[in-house]
């Protein structure tokens, strides 16, 4: 990934802040992606940063919940967190590990802590899936950390490639329709980086540590917990970044699936309809 892989680069359309919320039992996060940029980040559906070293923010956990109709894809950065679902998998979820769950038809899951002190830090990101496999059967996949893909590019920026890859470099995950593309950046002091990026994709980029400038030279000044919306230009082919102190941050990006979106909480299915469905399956047992 050399300054010279990109033509044109994408500006950043606007800049969002987090909203503080709580979910599950109690725990405290960032929900970045709120539902009211669904549209325009499709294929995304959500993304929750969360990052406390306070166990009262986290000790009680995610206890059991259903999905449908969606990928739910947890990616830690530190902590310890215990995955068990009613489709019989059971995971460790580590530092630099990644939990890729399919939810389509329905599954029951619970996501508890194995720790009673220290820092919690990650990100749930949720993904769509097409009307046509929606209903098809869930799956799951733990990725350790040692799975995920990392290699050097240019400035001596070291990237973490969960989905969809990079300049050639392969993924630990990758995905048909929505074609994610997911990077862990992370860029040391004065570092600049061009990161292709298929032009039809909406894709976003959100800073974890320090500022990264997005976008042609000078590019726009995104801070720590703030996340820049790419524009979706065709004549774009990917996104320039650079720091003048070290920064990190995620980029993601999808290929969107242009149908409707109709969510009742942990239900995301195309009408009203399948929603009083989905509601009614999982109430009455049927989901795995």
């Known amino acids: 990934m050399h300054m010279d892989t990109i033509t044109k680069s994408r500006e950043v359309e606007r800049v969002v802040a987090g909203v503080a919320t709580s979910d599950g039992a109690g725990v405290r996060l960032t929900r970045v992606l709120t539902q009211d940029l669904q549209r325009r980040l499709d294929p995304f559906l959500m993304l929750d940063a969360f990052r406390s070293d306070d166990p009262r923010d986290y ?5 059991e919940h259903p999905h449908r109709g969606f990928e739910t894809v947890t990616y ?35 996501e508890m802590p194995e720790q009673e002190d220290g820092l919690m830090e990650g990100f749930q990101l949720w993904l769509n899936l097409p009307a046509r496999t929606k209903m098809t059967a869930p799956g799951y996949r733990d990725i350790p950390a040692q799975e995920i893909p990392e290699f050097d590019a240019a400035d001596g920026v070291r990237v973490r490639a969960i989905a969809g890859g990079a300049s050639g470099h392969p993924a630990a995950v990758t995905r048909p329709d929505t074609e994610p593309v997911f990077l862990d950046l992370h860029l040391p002091a004065g570092a600049r980086l061009d990161v292709p990026l298929p032009a039809g994709h909406n894709a976003f980029v959100y800073v974890y540590r320090g500022t990264l400038r997005v976008g042609a030279t000078p590019g726009r000044s995104v801070a720590s917990a703030q996340m820049a919306i790419l524009e979706t230009r065709a004549d774009a082919d990917g996104v320039a970044l650079a720091c003048d102190e070290a920064a990190r941050a995620i980029l ?26 989905a509601v009614h399956d999982f109430q009455t047992g049927r989901f795995v």
């Open 59 to 63: 000790i009680a956990g995610f206890p």
């Open 76 to 110: 830690m950065l530190a902590g310890r967190m215990r995955h068990r679902d009613s489709a019989g998998n059971e995971g460790l979820l580590t530092a630099g590990a990644v939990q890729w769950m399919t939810a389509a038809r329905g599954i029951v899951h619970s």
């Open 252 to 277: 993601v990006a999808g290929r969107p699936l242009n149908e409707p979106i109709a969510q009742h909480g942990p239900f995301v299915m195309n009408t009203r309809d399948e929603l009083v469905q």
